[in-house]
């Protein structure tokens, strides 16, 4: 059985905590796992409407970034389809909003399962 998101998102939080002790980092608890109609309406309005916040951000400055945000995808999830559109107008809304932090001196980036985030990771804290 694949690893769920919320399953990724524990082993890429252990990773960090780990290899990178001295770090500050926060994840989305909300994220990959199945809330109620109410839970989905609060955690929406604590992220000020927004859905597609990413699921991580490390909160190391580097260079001109001041942090790394990371929205975490199960292994082998397709971000686009064949034609080139994004695969689901949810991706979409996560690389549109990954864009406008980057535009704010962050750093963005979305990972297809655990070695994929680990890469991103280390290169960014190294």
Request: charged share 30%; with cysteine.
């Amino acid at each position: 059985m694949a690893e769920s998101e919320a399953d990724l998102q524990v082993k890429v939080a252990d990773y960090l905590r780990l290899q990178y002790p001295s770090v500050i980092f926060h994840s989305d608890y909300g994220s990959g796992i199945k809330l109620t109609m109410a839970q989905a309406v609060r955690q929406k309005r604590q992220n000020g409407g927004r859905r597609a916040w990413p699921d991580m951000f490390i909160a190391e400055p580097r260079g001109e970034s001041s942090g790394l945000f990371i929205e975490l995808k199960r292994e082998g999830t397709r971000l686009k389809k064949k034609t080139g559109e994004f695969a689901s107008k949810h991706i979409e809304e996560q690389v549109v909003l990954l864009e406008k932090l980057r535009r704010k001196g962050y750093t963005g980036a979305i990972v297809c399962g655990f070695d994929e985030a680990k890469t991103i990771i280390d290169r960014y804290l190294k």
